[in-house]
C-alpha cells in the first residue's frame, strides 16, 4: 500500500463522516463539503492503486529477468 492509497482512504472516511455530520445538522455545506471530500479520496486511491499496479508489474519484470540471466 502506497502513500496516495492511504490519503484516498482516509479522505473518503472523512468525507463520509462530513456527509453524516451535515446530513444531521442540516448543514448543506457541510454536506457537499463532505460528498466533494469522498470523491477526491476515490481519486487518490484509484491513482494509488495505479501506481500500485505499474510498481508491481515493474518488480515481476526486473524478476522475471534476474532469473532469466541466472540460468546462464
Known amino acids: 500500500m502506497n ?17 453524516k455530520v451535515g446530513r444531521l445538522t ?12 469522498e470523491i477526491k479520496g476515490r481519486v487518490q486511491q484509484g491513482i494509488g492503486n495505479a501506481r500500485e499496479d505499474v510498481r508491481q508489474e515493474r518488480e515481476l519484470k526486473r524478476d522475471i529477468e534476474r532469473e532469466r540471466l541466472d540460468r546462464r
Not at 502513500?3 to 456527509?19: C, P, R
Not at 442540516?26 to 471530500?37: E, F, L, N
Request: hydrophobic share 25%.
Open 26 to 37: 442540516g448543514d448543506s455545506s457541510t454536506t457537499a463539503s463532505g460528498h466533494a471530500r
Open 3 to 19: 502513500k496516495q492509497q492511504i490519503k484516498g482512504v482516509a479522505n473518503q472516511v472523512t468525507g463520509e463522516i462530513k456527509q
